[in-house]
């Protein structure tokens, strides 16, 4: 299963991204899908989750309220909007596809693809 992202860059304090995660297939809506990243040096940490559906998210607490995953079935496609960046949000972003899961998960362990990554660049 093929994960292709789009959207990451160099960006502003105070600036705004969208992510794009297209998944080619007739099986993207069966998958959970999910955001994480990682910093250099840093562990990888959740970013926002969704479920197959697109009814229910989970987004990690220092996210809430400034990033916001959504999906569109039709176009086998998962966003994430990131508003009120920081440069502390520099890190690598990927996506993930879980089809051991329907629900929204935080848990990288829950996932079974991946994509290659997007480096997002905050300056200060």
């Known amino acids: 299963v093929q994960l292709v992202e789009s959207g990451g860059g160099l960006v502003q304090a105070g600036g705004s991204l969208r992510f794009s995660c297209a998944v080619p297939?007739?099986?993207?809506?069966?998958?959970?899908m999910g955001w994480f990243r990682q910093a250099p040096g840093k562990a990888r940490e959740f970013v926002a989750s969704?479920?197959?559906?697109?009814?229910?998210?989970f987004h990690a607490k220092s996210m809430k309220g400034r990033f916001i995953i959504s999906r569109d079935n039709a176009k086998n496609t998962v966003y994430v909007q990131m508003n009120s960046l920081k440069p502390e949000d520099t890190a690598v972003y990927s996506c993930?596809?879980?089809?051991?899961?329907?629900?929204?998960?935080?848990?990288?362990?829950?996932?079974?693809?991946w994509g290659q990554g997007t480096q997002v660049t905050v300056s200060s």
């Open positions: 969704i479920n197959w559906r697109g009814s229910s998210t």
């Open positions: 993930a596809a879980s089809e051991r899961i329907s629900g929204a998960s935080g848990s990288p362990m829950l996932y079974d693809y």
């Open positions: 297939g007739r099986s993207f809506s069966c998958y959970a």
